[in-house]
Structure formats: C-alpha cells, structure tokens
C-alpha cells in the first residue's frame, strides 16, 4: 500500500514515517516488508489520536500538509490511527539469491521443494508447467500466461510468488522470466535450451507503469542505459509516457548516475 515515489523516498532517507487507520496493528516492531525498492523495516508502531498529529508528521510521511494528512486519515472513520515508522533495511535477498545458479545438491533440494508445492496444489502438478511458460514467452502479461494454462490470472500470479520466493523467476514492469536460478532448474529437467541473449542494463522500474513501459518496448528501450539516450521531451512525445513516468526514469537513472540527453 505504499506507493512507488513513497518507497523510493524511503528507501533515500526522505520519509520516515507512514500513517494508517486500522482496528489494531497490522505489523510490529522488527517486521521487514519486501517492496519494488528493497525491504523496508518497522522501527516503531504507535496508536495515535488524530488531534496528536503536527506538522511535523506530515512531513516525514510525505504528505503536502498536516491537513492533507487529517484528510486523508478521515476517508475511514473507524479504526485507530496508527504512526509507523520505517527505514530502508537494504536490496531484497531474493535479488542475491536469483543470480546464484545451484549446485547438483542445491538442485536436488529445489526439485524437492517444487514437488512438495505440486503435491499440496488442489489444481494438481503446477510448478513445471508455470517455469516452462514464463521460459517462452519472457516479457509476456501475466493474464497472457494465465489463459495459455487455463487459469485465473489471479491464481496464476500467486503461484508466481511462490517460485519468486525461491529465487526462480524475476517480475518485470511487465511480465516476468526466469532467474538464471530458474533457467538451471529447467536446463536440468528439460536439458539446455536456446534462448535469446540476456539484456544487459538496468530494467526499467515496475514504478512507472505498463502504459509507459509498453511505449518505450514499441521503440526498443528495456533498460535505463539505453533511455539515457533520449531527451526527456521525445520521450514525453510518446503515447503512454506521461510526467509521473519521466520523473520516476529520471530518478531511476540518477540512481546510476545517469540522467535523459540534452535538448
């Protein structure tokens, strides 16, 4: 429930605060979230009455002013406001875990792993069927993949996670493929298979959204190295493209030190 400019925020020292209305807490101290930005840790949680609130909170939250903040809090009546603190707990081990291709006996354990999760499905064997179709069709929309098994898309995408939870799959802005941790669990069931080179660069962020990101695929930019190479107002002349995706590519790129070309 936070959103994308938010984590960022978070995740550069910005925000330290969130604020929520719940009927009681949703998470406690030490709780880490995993997030598009990397996993975010609770410092602090605190039920606070809304008149306690200063101007003060609202800036570490993000917010515009104390009264946006009230405003918001005050879209649900019931429940008690929360103050949450957080703070950046660095990448998202999954990351780490995607690039490290198995051992024969790590490989042994994955396959364990995947035919325990087949044998609790209600839907029966999934986990082969769902690898080899994201293997085939990389970049391709969850709903896409979904209908070629036959499955609701919802379904489909939480089965995903439970292979993104093992480091096998890798969630794009749009899409998803295989981990090189994946591609090693295929190669090993299925033997090695041909498939395009591996894009080198910095994927776009899953921050700036489908339309932007199906605008800059249709002119061949999938990473930030290569939207480097544009102006920001071509970019902005694309349909799809609009000023909260050219802030976040802007922000992304500054990330690695790179920014839009000049006018």
Not at 78 to 103: C, H, M, N
Not at 118 to 133: C, E, H, K, M
Request: glycine content about 8%; hydrophobic content about 40%; aromatic content about 4%.
């Amino acid at each position: 429930m936070i959103r994308p400019a938010e984590l960022e925020a978070i995740r550069d020292g910005e925000i330290d605060l969130a604020f929520r209305r719940w009927n009681r807490a949703r998470v406690k101290v030490g709780t880490r979230l995993r997030t598009g930005v990397g996993l975010l840790e609770v410092t602090s949680v605190d039920a606070v009455p809304l008149s306690a609130l200063r101007a003060d909170d609202a800036r570490r939250c993000g917010a515009a002013s104390l009264a946006a903040l009230k405003e918001a809090l005050t879209v649900r009546s019931s429940g008690q406001v929360f103050r949450v603190g957080l703070r950046y707990a660095g990448p998202d081990p999954r990351e780490i875990l995607r690039e490290a291709v198995p051992t024969a006996e790590e490989l042994t354990e994955i396959r364990a792993g995947l035919d325990r999760l087949d044998a609790a499905s209600p839907i029966g064997p999934w986990t082969r069927a769902t690898l080899r179709i994201i293997d085939a069709n990389p970049e391709v929309r969850a709903p896409e993949l979904a209908a070629q098994l036959g499955r609701p898309t919802p379904e489909f995408k939480r089965d995903v996670r439970k292979l993104k939870e093992r480091g096998l799959t890798e969630s794009l802005a749009i899409g998803y493929r295989l981990s090189p941790r994946g591609e090693a669990v295929v190669d090993h069931e299925d033997g090695p298979r041909e498939r395009a080179p591996r894009r080198t660069g910095t994927p776009l962020p899953r921050s700036i959204g489908a339309p932007a990101t199906r605008a800059l695929r249709a002119v061949d930019l999938h990473t930030l190295e290569a939207v480097c190479s544009w102006t920001r107002s071509d970019l902005a002349a694309l349909h799809g493209v609009g000023p909260i995706a050219l802030d976040r590519l802007a922000a992304a790129m500054a990330d690695i030190g790179l920014g839009y070309a000049p006018d």
